[in-house]
Structures are given as structure tokens and as C-alpha cells.
């Protein structure tokens, strides 16, 4: 009896853990390697949130597809190269970067599966941007050609560093998190909202106007965020809590 009750209690706690699905960058494809790469901050944020993390490999088999939505419990994009502007309807500017067909491709699908179940989402940096792009909004191709703002998007400084402010929008999923409407952020990115998604709402601003984040309301947590916070949520309580929201939303919606 006390074997059964121990090993019923284990299995209780692991499956209070809900399983994230962690998007990749693909790795060594000009070398003629195939791989995948996951920064440790991103899977060390979501185990420190009480979650587990899964990398999703890289598949157009749309059975595959499906079966991940059905089993992973929450996804997160992670940031990357640049996506491909087919995804909003344009042609690809002067000053468009590196794009990965196969991984626009699969994520697409994925996000589209994952909202289909009313699973969350957290979209990081590219992350934000695949989630625009793919639900009906437009991306600044190259930002430092197409945006007129003033301040540095793309910092010069280590990844832990505090680059400029977003003002969050009162009243926002977003503010409820981080409890703050002044956050300092970290800021490595190339392509960025322009007219955001039919259905989202932008719910934070860098000080020269650019979308930092958008949200869809409801009662689904999808959230995407311009910034780095798996750089940042060892020494910032905010970013912190941003991954446990995330990772709180994904245990309700699995024991749900």
C-alpha cells in the first residue's frame, strides 16, 4: 500500500508539470549538417516555471502536426532568423535577412493547430513576429530602413543588458504579468509589427512608438513580446513571471 501511494504521488507531480513544445533555429544547413539549436535560458525559464520543456523538430508531415498540438500543453516560439514576407502578402525588400522556409512553414502550422485547441502560446522576439505574420498582420521588413524611430533596436551590449524602456498598455494581459507600466527590455531584433493581426490588440511600446507586444484578448493566453526575456528573468522579477504565467496558463489548460 505505502509503494502504490508513493508511486501514484510521483506520477501525480510529474503530470502537474505541462509539457511546452520549444521551437528551433536551424543549424548547419550551409554546411550541409541538419540540426537543431535551443538556448539553455529558454528551457531553463520554463523547468524554473514548473513546466517541461520539448524541442519540436522540424516536419511538413501534417499528421505529425496535429499529434504534437494534441500532446504538448502549451509552444513557444522562440526567436531566429527573419520570416519570410510571402506569410504577409509582400515581396522581399532590400535588406531582408536570412529566412528558413522549412521552419516559417512548420510553425505556422503549429501555431495554427495549438489555437484550434485553445492551447497557449508565448511568441519571443521572431516568435511575436511569426504569430502577426502568419494571423494577418505585416512585419518592418528591415527595420532600419522602413522605421522612422530614433532609438537602437538592435543593441551592441551583452544579452542581460537593460536597453531602453516599453510602456505597457494599461488594462492588458501583459500589465497584469509584469504589475508595472514602465519595463526595462533587452532589444535583438531586425524585423518588428507593423499592422498588427485582426483579433490582437499591441500592448506595449518602445518610447520611439514601435510595437514591442500584442496579445489576443479572451481567455486564451496568446501573448507574443519583442524583447528577450529568457535573458533576463534570472535578475528581473517581471520577465520572471512572464514565464510562469505562461507556464501556469498551460497546467490549467491541460488538467482542464
Known sequence: MTTFYWMHKRLGDFWLRPLIGISGNEEGAAK??????????????IYA?????????????????RELADRLDGLLLTGGVDVDPRYFGQEPHIGLG????????MEAKLLQAMLERHKPVLGICRGVQVMNAVLGGTLYQDLPREWSG????????????????????????????YGDEVVPVNTFHHQAVDQVAPGFAACAHSRDGLIEA?????????????????????????????????????RTRAQA
Open 49 to 65: 516555471a514548473g513546466g517541461l520543456s520539448s524541442v519540436v523538430a522540424f516536419t511538413m508531415e501534417e499528421d505529425i502536426i
Open 32 to 45: 550541409g549538417r541538419s540540426g537543431l539549436y535551443i538556448g539553455a535560458d529558454y528551457t531553463d525559464g
Open 150 to 177: 530614433r532609438l537602437q533596436h538592435a543593441q551592441q551590449a551583452p544579452r542581460q543588458h537593460m536597453a531602453h524602456v516599453v510602456d505597457l498598455v494599461a488594462n492588458t494581459r501583459l500589465a497584469a504579468i
Open 214 to 250: 500584442i496579445e489576443r484578448p479572451g481567455a486564451d493566453f496568446v501573448l507574443g513580446v519583442q524583447w528577450h526575456p529568457e535573458n533576463l528573468w534570472r535578475t528581473h522579477a517581471g520577465h520572471r513571471r512572464l514565464f510562469d504565467a505562461f507556464v501556469q496558463a498551460a
Open 98 to 105: 536570412e529566412i528558413s522556409p522549412v521552419r516559417d512553414a
